[in-house]
């Protein structure tokens, strides 16, 4: 898919409080016809309000983060691929967590909080464009919901993701974005961001009949090979999903 060079979003660091921040990052949601579409306007609530436990973040841009754990070079295991990079940045005075462990803030420094909050683009399916429950997409996000393949004559929609959340994922976008089928902009836009380094997590919601068929368990392999983290379908849940984003 050519489209035009897409304008890097400004990224918003707030204060919360003496001790506590928050970050914002770009979030690109595409969602799928599937019955948690219901409450969507969850999901995106508990993406804008941050974390609620006030569990330390890293607050710089997702590519700037150091590696969290294995070989220098690749996607960090988390992401689901063989062979991940080494933890921390290997430079003295490098952060340690919270905890203790390699790459924590100095004792000095004192304790802050960082905490994440998305500022989220919506792209859904044709079908679940054309259910009810986008309708206040727009206004919850601040942003256009996407929903179809622009015409010639119309740009393209800019978008920097720092992440992609799929949820609810289901039976048909699963296999369709697997197997390489380009016939809608949600699973346009996944094909090309899944060779790319932006983590990606899908909210599997597949029912047992479907999880069993032959072709699917190879395809969801093939998706976790590429990097994406996958929920478990047997315990849907936004929070399992949101859970699973950096």
């Not at 296999?175 to 902009?185: F, I, P, R, S």
Request: aromatic share 4%; net charge neutral.
């Amino acid at each position: 898919m050519d489209r035009a060079t897409a304008v890097p979003q400004p990224r918003r660091i707030g204060q919360t409080g003496p001790n506590l921040r928050y970050v914002t990052d770009q979030l690109l949601l595409v969602v799928c016809a599937a019955t948690p579409l219901r409450r969507i306007g969850e999901l995106i609530d508990l993406l804008q309000s941050g974390p609620p436990d006030g569990r330390p973040r890293d607050d710089r841009p997702v590519g700037e983060r150091p590696p969290e754990d294995g070989q220098a070079g690749a996607r960090p295991a988390e992401y689901g691929q063989a062979g991940a990079r080494v933890a921390g940045d290997g430079q003295a005075g490098a952060r340690v967590a919270g905890d203790g462990r390699a790459g924590a803030r100095p004792p000095g420094e004192g304790p802050r909080a960082v905490g994440r909050r998305w500022q989220i683009t919506v792209l859904a399916t044709p079908t679940a464009a054309s259910w009810p429950f986008l309708g206040d997409v727009a206004e919850r996000t601040g942003r256009p919901l996407l929903h179809r393949m622009p015409l010639p004559d119309e740009p393209w929609p800019e978008l920097t993701p720092d992440a992609i959340l799929v949820a609810p994922a289901t039976f048909n976008t699963l296999n369709k974005w697997a197997t390489g089928v380009n016939d809608n902009l949600a699973v346009g836009l996944l094909n090309e961001y899944l060779s790319s380094d932006i983590p990606i997590v899908a909210a599997v919601h597949v029912k047992p009949e479907l999880a069993a068929h032959p072709a699917f368990a190879g395809n969801l392999a093939v998706l976790r090979s590429a990097g994406v983290r996958l929920t478990d379908s047997r315990a849907f849940s936004w929070e399992a999903a949101v859970g699973l984003l950096p």
